[in-house]
């Protein structure tokens, strides 16, 4: 059980307003990634959502029970934070049983599913050490730990990731994938990453200033962004965006073209321009090229095989089915 | 060559101050030394000899021995335990968002900038005095009969005036500690079903043991040697003589400055040992 419905939700800090009223809905065993730019007002939806932060207006249900006025200790729900928040002084183990602890559980049923959880998580090895002897890696899966023994209706996940390094998050964010899977509990996960909200998202909730700005699959955010804004924040690197001449010939304000559905050739193709930076990946090689009549360049998408070099003179032709239209408020036109 | 030349230049430049520290300590306690193992009376024949173990025996064997001991004792103990339990609600206190927040702070602390003696007096006379002193007045307004504090409970005005100059150092040094704590590791609490009082008791209380450490260490070196606040108030008298005061009028009320500096000795040994024992029990504390 985890399900979980937001109704005109509204939060100011004295005249700020955070978030102007907001409705949504998350299901059961969904996996929910609230991404958007740093201070869009994606954590304190999350902190509105665990009751750390008192609403201004609106209602929160969780399992169709009213939560608004629900502590959060009695919400059933369990959240990990960014800087992890364990305990530096208990042992892994107290850390883990401190919330079963505090709901007054027998001391069997405790070792029980600690003991779970450490199996689960792979943390066996160092239950007995401090959180101040474990890695980054580590703590974050204590933190996990603890979270998962209470057996939340849901859990909330604000930025975790984002203290471990790039090899450790993609690890890290695959086991987060495994866990779900293997609780199949509804998940809510805060992050500024696109990345992550697209490998691990069954929804993707695009915040900017507090204001839904679409929810959907990744795929469906992917291929059909309801406006510039999701389409510019949504892939990687991110989407071209031309205005003036090449717009109006689409008859629109601002076209939109990925990086992927540009082709590159030495001969012909619809639009001139010149290499600047290159960026080899390997399998893949970015090329920033500078386009006539486009202020910013370019980021074309190549194989790793294609050789071109700054200076050289290329021509671009985007792929037709894979062209945005914007109209002059940001909004796609289909 | 480089590393070498500054290593020496930084020596002698740091000689005026080690030797300072050095003279500031090694001449008094050598001096102690020496004028324990003898019996010298200033004003009765002055150095009447060396005189080997006398004056440690003698000092010992005095009636006044033990209960001095025992006395320090109950003061430091007594101080520390008001101060740390004070300094931690207070620091709770201070720790919250209020309106007039720096001076608040400034007023809390500013006891500790008065000097020993000063303090000492304004306690004795503005609030501890029987006929004049506030305390008699409110006793008074209640109608009840004044308390003779520095006579019926004399250890516990003295308590009281010392734990009103070192409050604001232990509410200073643990209101920074309360500072640091990790706002999500409260939150974390909170979300774990920990309610105020078992947050402040899991959470809080074991993130400011190092803090408290400190204070009790700090607080416990100058507590041994008070003396200004006994001087002016009850003079040694009902019962508040500690071991530096009974050294104090060993040496100048009667005037025998060997048994003194035993009695010296002693106090340094008795120094040490607190300090052993506390580093035994709180010691941990202070590592990683």
Known sequence: MGQITLNQVTKSFGDVNVIPPLDLEIKDGEFVVFVGPSGCGKSTLLRLIAGLEDMTSGHIAIDGKDATDVPPAKRGLAMVFQSYALYPHMSVRKNIAFPLKMAKMEQAEIDKRVDNAAKILNLADYIDRRPGQLS?????????????????????????????????????????????????????????????????????????????????SPLELYRTPRNQFVAGFIGSPKMNFLTDAAAAEHGCKTIGIRPEHLDISRESGAWKGVVGVSEHLGSDTFFHVKVEGSKDPLTVRASGEVDLHRGETVFLTPQGEHLHKFDAQGLAIR | MATQHSRSAARIMMAPAVILLLGWMLVPLSMTLYFSFKKFLPLRGGDLGWVGFENYVRFVTSSAFWPSVVTTLVIVGGVLLITVFLGVLLAILLNQPMWGQGIVRILVISPFFVMPTVSALVWKNMFMDPVNGLFAHLWKAFGATPVEWLSDVSMGSIIMIVSWQWLPFATLILLTAIQSLDREQLEAAEMDGAQPLQRFAFITV???????????????????????????????????????????????????????????????????????????????????
């Open chain 1, 136 to 216: 980054g890696g580590q703590r974050q899966r204590v933190a996990i730990g603890r979270a998962i023994v209470r057996e939340p209706a849901a859990f909330l996940f604000d930025e975790p990731l984002s203290n471990l390094d790039a090899a450790l998050r993609v690890n890290m964010r695959l086991e987060i994938s495994e866990l779900h899977k293997q609780l199949d509990t509804t998940m809510i996960y805060v992050t500024h990453d696109q990345v992550e909200a697209m490998t691990m998202a069954d929804k993707i909730v695009v915040l900017r200033a507090g204001n839904i700005e679409q929810v959907g």
């Open chain 2, 206 to 288: 074991p993130h400011l043991s190092r803090a408290v450490t400190i204070v009790i260490l700090i607080q416990t070196i100058f507590l041994l040697a008070i003396f200004a606040e006994i001087f002016v108030t009850t003079g040694g008298a009902f019962g508040t003589r500690t071991l530096t005061y009974l050294i104090y009028q060993r040496v100048l009320e009667s005037q025998n400055v060997g048994l003194g500096s035993a009695g010296g000795v002693y106090a340094i040994i008795l120094a040490n040992i607190i300090a052993i024992f506390l580093m035994r029990i709180v010691g941990k504390n202070l590592d990683a």
